[in-house]
């Protein structure tokens, strides 16, 4: 995930194979760069018996969401993809 972070973002392990990534910009470039690391990840070589399966939520801020409201809105769009077999899913 460093490797595939963009200048300005952070990275945060929430726990086991959960991930939290604050992107810079608006939703839109968000979007960009989501779908960029997921070409990245169907291109790589893996060696592996089965490549790994990403499933994002995206939320974007808003002044009106605490921390937990945000979490909990990336938390159940990434739920929703996993649900629908889609790899990126995002509010509104």
Known sequence: LRRLTTRGAHVFRLGGDEFAVLLPGDRGGARLTLEGW????????????????????????????SMSDWMREADS????????????IETG
């Open 77 to 88: 769009q990434m739920y929703e993809a996993k649900r629908r077999r889609l790899h990126l």
């Open 38 to 65: 997921l070409e990245d990840v169907r291109a790589h070589p893996w060696t592996t018996a089965a490549p790994p399966h990403l499933n994002i939520g995206l939320a974007q801020a808003h002044p009106s969401y």
